[in-house]
């Protein structure tokens, strides 16, 4: 490892005339090198080391590295409005690190979560000319590639608890740069205990009050997909119909929240591009990453991803080759054998299984059924009552994330619960899940959650993925709900169970049921409702599970 200097504040000015300032180690002697360029909003500083190694050991591996504060956070001058000036400002970074003493010109962007957001949207920045001379690879990490869809909202509901707490982080960071230390206290002090029982829960007091120090009130009045405002700040419009021809290592967690968001990123850039793209999925929330993060997962889980992205930085800044780490394809990790899994593209088997009962799936775990024909029709109630909404465990929705038992959950009279019998071979399920669901209510909206667990032989239920829908008035039957992708063998003596509710809270906002606008929602106007689940030859509800056969495995990505 070679001798770093630094930090040293550097700064450049974008093309609208805003100073944006960053911190620069490099190594102490030789050169050049070439860059590696971090953009972020929480304090250059931080530099995303609550995932990633300490900017110093990437230096002392021979590169130039580059923190920056995005506009408005930090040091940097401007208003910080998320994600609305990263693809000018991103492209400007760029072209302004290719040009620092001593680099190469050759720049690499690394980055996770907002970070990884500033990387894409540095790569629009350079569309639609040829992308960025200077850009050589990126590896956005743990992203949304859609902020509406995986960010912000899940199946038209808002990701609650996340949003809330994310809204107040950047909030005090603006009023922090306002000096207004009377709203920092409020705003730190809400994050401390998230106000998720308000009169208005999908809008608290405290948001509302320091509204101008934010975007969470452009989140909560654009509730709709469809509105302008995230089309505006969205990598996948932003890159629509552009080629996104640089190397690319796409990482991702399958208990993160926007995993959905890096699969559809690198499907997008494998389509747009003639370089390598790579997908890794290991079996981790947004952070940390170890092999504890979502339930015990084995050695192999432990995190290696310094050293992967290292690898593929060296290969592409510097031409040292780094070999299978320049490989593409996925590399998926098997939350079931707890190994690593190698494919070159997405495995498109399918199997169905459909939902039957006796009209007991709710009161009782034992009644409802996943089976491979078609039963006989019936019909499953799920009362919804707003007073105890069933509560968010596991998977990407709470915290402890992951393959949480939630055996005493499922017990619960407001879940309905379809087990299959045991399997008499190991399954390997490798893909998105979806679930076509018949169900009927008396109320003008209403949220499903479903969630797949393994049930062991021991009897424990062990989440394996999850999805959730707002349901809108008038919406057509069957309803479609998308489970996140998921990898996992599924031992012999095993059996799979859906469990359907009405809600998952504090993940998503209790549904009213009255159709009501989320900002309008208060919390004593949420009502009762009933679910019907139906099942049978005119209504088949059914679950469609993604199969795949042995693949190659790997003792790490």
């Not at 040091?75 to 492209?91: K, L």
């Not at 059996?495 to 009405?502: I, N, T, Y």
Request: net charge negative; with cysteine; hydrophobic share 40%.
């Amino acid at each position: 490892m070679l001798r770093v200097a630094g930090p040293e504040t550097v700064s450049m000015t974008t093309r609208d005339g805003v100073r944006l300032d960053a911190d620069l180690y490099r190594p102490a002697d030789g050169g050049p090198y070439p860059v590696l360029l971090m953009r972020q909003p929480y304090g250059r500083r931080i530099a995303s080391t609550v995932v990633f190694a300490h900017p110093r050991w990437y230096a002392a591996q021979g590169y130039i590295i580059a923190i920056q504060d995005v506009r408005g956070t930090g040091s940097s001058e401007g208003t910080f409005r998320a994600f609305e000036t990263e693809r000018e400002d991103g492209a400007d970074a760029i072209a302004w690190a290719a040009t620092l003493p001593g680099s190469t010109g050759r720049v690499g962007m690394y980055g996770f979560s907002y970070q990884g957001m500033t990387q894409l949207l540095a790569l629009a920045g350079g569309a639609p000319a040829p992308p960025l001379p200077a850009l050589g690879a990126l590896a956005p990490v743990m992203v949304g590639w859609d902020i509406y869809g995986d960010w912000a909202y899940e199946g038209g509901a808002l990701r609650l608890a996340d949003s809330i707490g994310w809204g107040i982080q950047m909030a005090a960071i603006r009023a922090g740069f306002e000096k207004d230390h009377e709203a920092v206290l409020a705003l730190s002090r809400a994050a401390r205990a998230l106000p998720l029982h308000d009169e208005t829960p999908a809008f608290p007091d405290v948001l509302r009050r320091y509204r101008a120090y934010g975007h969470y009130t452009d989140w909560v009045e654009n509730d709709r997909h469809d509105a302008p405002y995230w089309r505006a700040i969205a990598p996948r419009a932003a890159l629509a119909g552009q080629r996104m021809d640089v190397p690319m290592l796409h990482i991702g967690g399958w208990y993160d929240t926007m995993l959905m968001g890096t699969l559809d990123a690198f499907a997008a850039a494998r389509a747009a591009s003639d370089q390598p793209q790579r997908l890794v999925v290991g079996p981790w929330p947004h952070l940390p990453w170890g092999r504890m993060s979502g339930g015990d997962m084995g050695p192999e889980a432990d995190a290696q991803i310094d050293r992967l992205q290292l690898r593929w930085f060296d290969g592409f800044l510097k031409g040292s080759g780094g070999g299978g780490a320049l490989s593409t394809g996925l590399e998926l990790f098997d939350v079931g054998a707890k190994l690593w899994r190698e494919f070159t593209v997405w495995p498109s088997e399918t199997r169905t299984l459909y939902l039957g009962s006796e009209g007991l799936a709710a009161p009782t775990v034992t009644d409802g059924i996943l089976q491979e024909t078609i039963g006989n029709a019936s019909s499953d109630q799920v009362v919804h009552d707003p007073w105890r909404p069933v509560p968010s465990l596991g998977g990407h929705d709470a915290a402890p994330m992951g393959r949480q038992d939630r055996t005493a959950l499922d017990a619960r009279a407001d879940i309905a619960c379809y087990t299959s019998t045991p399997l008499t071979d190991d399954l390997l399920l490798v893909g998105r899940v979806d679930l076509d669901l018949w169900v009927e209510t008396d109320a003008a909206s209403f949220d499903l959650s479903a969630v797949l667990s393994e049930v062991t032989a021991e009897g424990r239920a062990i989440v394996l993925t999850q999805g959730y829908r707002r349901v809108a008035p008038g919406e057509a039957l069957p309803l479609r709900i998308s489970l996140r992708a998921i990898c996992a063998t599924i031992a012999a003596g095993s059996a799979l169970r859906l469990s359907l509710a009405g809600a998952s809270f504090p993940a998503h906002p209790v549904n009213p049921g009255t159709g009501t606008r989320l900002i309008e929602t208060r919390a004593a106007d949420c009502q009762v409702i009933t679910l019907s689940i139906l099942s049978g030859a005119d209504t088949p509800s059914r679950l469609i599970l993604p199969i795949a056969t042995s693949s190659p495995t790997r003792s790490e990505p």
